[in-house]
Nanobody
Framework: QAQVVESGGGLVQPGGSLKLSCTGFGVTLDYYDIGWFRQAPGKEREGVSCISAAEHNTFYTDSVKGRFNIARDYTKGTVYLQMNNLRPEDTAVYYC????????????????????WGQGTQVTVSS
C-alpha cells in the first residue's frame, strides 16, 4: 500500500527557514504530481504548492510566492518544500499528497486530484 511521510517541521522564529520532505513508500513519487497542503487551527485545509510529474511545472498559492520553493530530488525519490522568510501565519500542519493518476504537465493545489496523504508535520512560526 502506498504511503507518504512528511518530515522537517518544527519551531522557527519569524523570518526563519525550514525544509520539509515528502518521502514515498510503496510508490515512486517521480511519476506523480505532488501537492503540499496545510491546515491551521480552526481553518480549512488549503493548498500551498504542487509540482507536476511531466515538465516539472510548479504552482504556488499567492501567500507563499517568492518565499517557498518546491522541488524534486530524483536521486532520493523525495519532494521538498523549502520555506523561507516564514511568518506566524504560516503556522499549520503541513501535508504532502500524491495524485491519483500518473502525473501530467500541470498540477493543481486542490484536493480532488490527490488520494494518498501523509500524516502531516507541524510547522510553528513564533518568537
Amino acid at each position: 500500500q502506498a504511503q507518504v511521510v512528511e518530515s522537517g517541521g518544527g519551531l522557527v522564529q519569524p523570518g526563519g527557514s525550514l525544509k520539509l520532505s515528502c518521502t514515498g513508500f510503496g510508490v515512486t513519487l517521480d511519476y506523480y504530481d505532488i501537492g503540499w497542503f496545510r491546515q491551521a487551527p480552526g481553518k480549512e485545509r488549503e493548498g500551498v504548492s504542487c509540482i507536476s510529474a511531466a515538465e516539472h511545472n510548479t504552482f504556488y498559492t499567492d501567500s507563499v510566492k517568492g518565499r517557498f520553493n518546491i522541488a524534486r530530488d530524483y536521486t532520493k525519490g523525495t519532494v521538498y518544500l523549502q520555506m523561507n522568510n516564514l511568518r506566524p501565519e504560516d503556522t499549520a500542519v503541513y501535508y504532502c499528497a500524491v495524485s491519483k493518476h500518473v502525473g501530467g504537465r500541470y498540477c493543481a493545489i486542490v484536493e480532488s486530484p490527490y488520494d494518498t496523504w501523509g500524516q502531516g508535520t507541524q510547522v510553528t512560526v513564533s518568537s
